[in-house]
C-alpha cells in the first residue's frame, strides 16, 4: 500500500479501469482532478499494486480538522474485479485506519450500498459498526 506522490500515465490508466467497477454514474477522474487530490492536504490517494507493479485497488482517505476534533472518512475503496478475494481491500482499510489515527483522528467514518455485501462484511470484519444516523445529501448540479 502507498499514498500516490505523483501522477502518471499508469495512475491515470488505472482509475480510467477501476472507477467503472465502483460506479456506473460518476466518470473517472482525468490527470488534473487526480493531480488536484493528491495536491490537496485533506486527501490521502491510497493505492494497492500487485506482483507486477499494477495497481489493482485503491481508497482514497480524508482527514480534516473541525471544531470538534479530527475527522476522517473513507471514500470510494475499489479492487479490480480481476484481484478480488487476495486481502487488497482489508490491506488498503487497514493502511488507512494506521493513517488516520496517525493524523490525529480518533473515529473514522464511511458509507457503503446495502447492496455491496462483500464490501459490507469486510467493513464488519474490519470494526466498523453501523451507526444511528440518517445521511442526507444535497444534489448541487
Aim: proline fraction near 8%; glycine fraction near 8%.
Amino acid at each position: 500500500m502507498s499514498d500516490v506522490g505523483d501522477v502518471t500515465p499508469e495512475l491515470v490508466e488505472a482509475f480510467a479501469r477501476l472507477i467503472p467497477q465502483l460506479s456506473s454514474s460518476s466518470p473517472p477522474p482525468d490527470e488534473p482532478m487526480l493531480r488536484r487530490i493528491v495536491a490537496s492536504p485533506a486527501s490521502h490517494l491510497l493505492v494497492a499494486r500487485d506482483d507486477d507493479g499494477r495497481v489493482v485497488g485503491s481508497l482514497t482517505l480524508v482527514v480534516f480538522p473541525i471544531p470538534t476534533g479530527i475527522r476522517a472518512w473513507i471514500e470510494d475503496v475499489v479492487v479490480d474485479k480481476d484481484a478480488g478475494r487476495q486481502g487488497i481491500g482489508k490491506a488498503l482499510n487497514r493502511h488507512a485506519l494506521n493513517l488516520a489515527r496517525e493524523l490525529g483522528a480518533k473515529t473514522v467514518d464511511l458509507t457503503s450500498r446495502p447492496s455491496r455485501e462483500v464490501a459490507n462484511r469486510l467493513y464488519r470484519g474490519l470494526g466498523f459498526v453501523p451507526r444511528e444516523t440518517n445521511v442526507y445529501r444535497y444534489d448541487l448540479t
